[in-house]
């Protein structure tokens, strides 16, 4: 079991920075896959990026390549999202997931993340 908290959201001004964290509790969490994923508002839910359980490979939405970043620090058992050059199109609500992987695979699909954060919320202003 996994519980996912991000955190880091705010308000920003376009072209603005913003990185986001989502920490996990329990144990294992360099045997997990992780994702993060955004909701605008009337939107359905989307694939931001994805990032393999060693952190040595990346995967990005269009929209977001080369602007945003993800990582993760297994010892501190988190993940990040840095976002540079934001637009107001970025605006929503960022969710990390998570699920036990020790491929290569970073999923694009909701339905492959077995944990899910509550959300935290981005928002550009122009």
């Known amino acids: 079991q996994v519980q996912l908290v991000e955190s880091g959201g705010g308000l920003v001004q376009a072209g603005g920075s913003l990185r986001l964290s989502c920490a996990a509790s329990?144990?294992?969490?360099?045997?997990?896959?992780m994702g993060w994923f955004r909701q605008a508002p009337g939107k359905e839910r989307e694939f931001v990026g994805a990032?393999?359980?060693?952190?040595?490979?990346?995967y990005y939405a269009y929209s977001v390549k080369g602007r945003f970043t993800i990582s993760r620090d297994n010892a501190k058992n988190t993940v990040y999202l840095q976002m540079n050059s934001l637009k107001p199109e970025d605006t929503a609500v960022y969710y990390c997931?998570?699920?036990?992987?020790?491929?290569?695979?970073?999923?694009?699909?909701?339905?492959?993340?077995?944990?899910w954060g509550q959300g935290t919320q981005v928002t550009v202003s122009s």
């Open positions: 997931a998570a699920n036990y992987d020790t491929a290569q695979t970073m999923a694009i699909t909701e339905a492959w993340y077995a944990y």
């Open positions: 329990g144990r294992r969490f360099s045997s997990y896959a």
């Open positions: 990032i393999n359980w060693s952190g040595g490979s990346t």
